[in-house]
T-cell receptor, first 113, second 114 residues
Framework: AQSVTQLDSHVSVSEGTPVLLRCNYS??????LFWYVQHPNKGLQLLLK??????LVKGINGFEAEFKKSETSFHLTKPSAHMSDAAEYFC???????????FGKGTLLTVNP | GAGVSQSPSNKVTEKGKDVELRCDPI?????LYWYRQSLGQGLEFLIY????????KSGLPSDRFSAERTGGSVSTLTIQRTQQEDSAVYLC????????????FGDGTRLSIL
């Protein structure tokens, strides 16, 4: 069994300030973890993935995430927010069968000018 | 094309009608998935196809829902006798099918049942 909890349904930041989107997971297997972003009326775009290699994962558009097994966390960060980062972000876990993804409920990121 | 293609992008239909949603995966991707995204339920897994293996239909919410994948490529999701609770965005994804490979999503079909 696996589950994902995104701790904030909505995060609001000012442009140029850091972004932190929090995610905790639970999995009976060694998980693969992903962050996806969804802009309005679009599908989900992969930001980054963790698959048991380096614990600090770098993704596209300056995002990165750190896998912390002891805390069962996989938080997403970015040093400086841009207006174009405003979107919904999903933390996703897969394990066991490796194809069935379990999605968090999403965090809506608002970036203020 | 380079990405997963879904059609139509929007579909409005009357309750009780049947609808067909189409997904064209990335060329060479052997695995194909359907998900449903709705306000109350978030993102839900519906069905998974991998090569010539029997599909995993464990996420289909009722027997009104069915899907097929012809020739290991294009897939069609069919909803019969649509109900208002079927209103949602239906997302298709594909992957290389090997373990830990990320899924690539289409832009979805927004289905509205009147």
């Amino acid at each position: 069994a696996q589950s994902v909890t995104q701790l904030d349904s909505h995060v609001s930041v000012s442009e140029g300030t850091p972004v932190l989107l929090r995610c905790n997971y639970s999995s009976s297997y060694s998980p693969s973890l992903f962050w996806y972003v969804q802009h309005p009326n679009k599908g989900l775009q992969l930001l980054l993935k963790y698959t048991s290699a380096a614990t600090l994962v770098k993704g596209i558009n300056g995002f990165e995430a750190e896998f912390k097994k002891s805390e069962t966390s996989f938080h997403l960060t970015k040093p400086s927010a841009h207006m174009s980062d405003a979107a919904e972000y999903f933390c996703v876990v897969s394990g066991g069968s490796n194809y069935k993804l379990t999605f968090g409920k999403g965090t809506l990121l608002t970036v203020n000018p | 094309g380079a990405g997963v293609s879904q059609s139509p992008s929007n579909k409005v239909t009357e309750k009780g009608k049947d609808v067909e949603l189409r997904c064209d995966p990335i060329s060479g991707h052997t695995a194909l998935y359907w998900y449903r995204q709705s306000l109350g339920q978030g993102l839900e897994f519906l069905i998974y196809f991998q090569g010539n293996s029997a599909p995993d239909k464990s996420g289909l919410p009722s027997d009104r829902f069915s899907a097929e994948r012809t020739g290991g490529s294009v897939s069609t999701l069919t909803i019969q006798r649509t109900q208002q609770e079927d209103s949602a965005v239906y997302l298709c994804a594909s992957s290389k099918g090997q373990s830990h490979q990320p899924q690539h999503f289409g832009d979805g079909t927004r289905l509205s049942i009147l």
